[in-house]
Structure formats: structure tokens, C-alpha cells
């Protein structure tokens, strides 16, 4: 991978991924170790979920197709090692996020602040 060719982003704009039924078979164990570590990777480098999360959809029978793609995310990443988010270990970091509920149901909306109070209940 250190000889690899620089990729400007994680993900082609023409590249559409499928369930691709007549592709090429990889190792199951092997692919979701590179999901897994993509998935890590991106609680710093929130550029590339939409990315990882696209091809994890293909855990349960991954093809050639879909490692293509994780591997163009690892080449994506080995040109941008200098970017990311970093959080200090001793700094008053205060976290802001923000919700809209304007079009949503009251069910939906029940759920969504149970949830927003329990993830800030754990942190």
C-alpha cells in the first residue's frame, strides 16, 4: 500500500454499488476486518463515512466490486494522513449539536429525544 497511487476522494462520483450477484466471491473475515478498522478510523475522520458505511452494507457476501472500493478509501486515506480531528485529552472541550423536528411526527420525535438523552446521559 505505501507504493499506491494517491486518491483525491474516498469514493468515485460514478462508482454504484450493488448486491453485484455475478462478481467474484472475496474472504468474508478478511473484508470486515477492513470494515471494522474503516469504521474506527472514522470517529477522526468523519470524511469518510458515507464511504465505509456504503460498503459495509456488503458484509454478509462481499465481492471484488465492493473491495475495490475499501481499497480506494485506504488510498484516499494515505493521502490525506495530515487531516483529521483531534481531540486534546485534557481540554474543556464542549460538544454542540443541533436538531430539527420541524417534519416529523410526534412518535418520531418521542424516539429521536429519548435517544439525544441518553447518548448525552453517557458521555
Same mark, same amino acid.
Given at each position: ?55 459495509? /452494507?456488503?458484509?454478509?457476501? $462481499? +465481492?471484488? %466490486?465492493?473491495?475495490?472500493? =475499501? ?5 484516499? !486515506? #494515505?493521502?490525506?494522513?495530515? /487531516?483529521?480531528?483531534?481531540? $486534546? +485529552?485534557? %481540554?474543556?472541550?464542549?460538544? =454542540? ?5 420541524? !417534519? #416529523? ?16 446521559? =453517557?458521555?
Amino acid at each position: 500500500m505505501e507504493n499506491a497511487k494517491h486518491m483525491v476522494t474516498p469514493m468515485s462520483t460514478t462508482c454504484y454499488l450493488d448486491r453485484d450477484e455475478t462478481g467474484q466471491s472475496i474472504d468474508i473475515k478478511k473484508y470486515r476486518g477492513m470494515i471494522r478498522s474503516l469504521l474506527y478510523l472514522s470517529a477522526s475522520r468523519p470524511g469518510i463515512m458515507f464511504s465505509v458505511c456504503m460498503c459495509a /452494507r456488503y458484509q454478509a457476501n $462481499p +465481492k471484488e %466490486s465492493h473491495l475495490s472500493v =475499501v481499497k480506494r478509501i485506504m488510498r484516499y !486515506l #494515505l493521502g490525506t494522513i495530515n /487531516r483529521g480531528l483531534w481531540y $486534546p +485529552k485534557n %481540554s474543556s472541550y464542549n460538544s =454542540v449539536g443541533y436538531l430539527t423536528l420541524i !417534519l #416529523l411526527d410526534a412518535k418520531l420525535i418521542e424516539k429521536v429525544l429519548v435517544a439525544l438523552v441518553i447518548s448525552l446521559v =453517557v458521555l
